[in-house]
Structures are given as structure tokens and as C-alpha cells.
């Protein structure tokens, strides 16, 4: 896993195509957890041979949908206007 991203664990610092434990440490669940929910078809993901791709765009889709509202991103400008 990219350091930046164990670092901040923020969705923007995904990158466009990601693994189900990047996935999971951002939105705070375990890999068992993810592996689980893409098994059962619950997350958008690509199976490639033994690999599961997930693509951001398709994730942000799925969690805009699942919480019936679009994710925001924050910068620090909108943070420092308020």
C-alpha cells in the first residue's frame, strides 16, 4: 500500500484503481470484510484472473447511491474559507 495513503486514509487519495485493502482501510473495515463483500457481489469490483480491481469512479458511484447522497471532496481552501 502507496505510504500517502496509510497515512491520510482519505478516499481522494485513492488512486483511479485500487486494491480491496486500500478500499478497506479507507472506509475503515477489514480485508476479510471487503474480500467478503465483493465475493457476494456487494461492492463494484473486476476480477482479473485472482486480482479484484476496484475502480474509484465506480466506488464513489456505489457509495453516493448506498448513503443517498454525493461525497464531497475537501480541500484545504474550503477548510481555510469556512
Excluded at 480491496?20 to 456487494?42: E, H, P, W
Aim: charged share 25%; with cysteine; hydrophobic share 40%.
Amino acid at each position: 500500500m502507496p505510504t500517502a495513503l496509510r497515512k491520510s486514509k482519505g478516499f481522494d487519495n485513492l488512486s483511479d484503481f485500487c486494491t480491496l485493502s486500500d478500499f478497506a482501510a479507507v472506509i475503515g473495515i477489514s480485508k476479510a470484510t471487503a474480500y467478503r463483500m465483493a465475493d457476494q457481489g456487494r461492492i463494484p469490483c473486476i476480477r482479473l484472473g485472482k486480482r479484484i480491481i476496484l475502480s474509484k469512479n465506480h466506488l464513489k458511484q456505489w457509495i453516493d447511491a448506498e448513503i443517498g447522497f454525493e461525497i464531497q471532496s475537501t480541500t484545504m481552501e474550503d477548510i481555510e474559507n469556512g
